[in-house]
């Protein structure tokens, strides 16, 4: 399905993330940051917006774009303040698995919503 080709390869970059993050030998490469930083900056909010806002018509793609990182900030925040009042803390791998467990389940959501309404287009 083209409408879920985005999210597929949003899936490959969360795993492919964490294998850089928690990896002995490739958590020492700069690619570790780089892909850290896309991870928390851009990723959360793009799953969460395109929960949001399913439609392709809906919204452009700077509108996208910036919903997305300005959201990601908001995302991250706010599960760095829940983690701290848990008893994992702010550390790395508790961090790695909220920030991936919570992208991937708005992807399971926007997957929905989008073969929802791919659906309902056709049969109209």
Not at 31 to 39: E, P, Q, S
Not at 46 to 58: I, R, T
Not at 75 to 97: C, D, K, M, S
Not at 105 to 119: E, G, P
């Amino acid at each position: 399905m083209a409408e879920l080709r985005d999210l597929s390869v949003i899936v490959v970059f969360v795993v492919i993330s964490a294998v850089f993050i928690i990896v002995p030998p490739l958590n020492e490469t700069p690619l570790r940051a780089v892909l850290g930083f896309i991870l928390v900056l851009f990723v959360p909010g793009y799953v969460f917006v395109s929960a949001l806002f399913p439609g392709s018509d809906e919204l452009n793609g700077i509108e996208r774009l910036a919903l997305s990182i300005g959201l990601s900030i908001c995302i991250v925040i706010f599960i760095g303040i829940a983690l701290n009042y848990t008893p994992w803390e702010i550390r790395l791998n508790p961090i790695l698995f909220s920030i991936s467990a919570f992208t991937l389940a708005f992807t399971a959501i926007s997957a929905y919503r989008r073969v929802k309404i791919a659906t309902k287009s056709k049969s109209v």
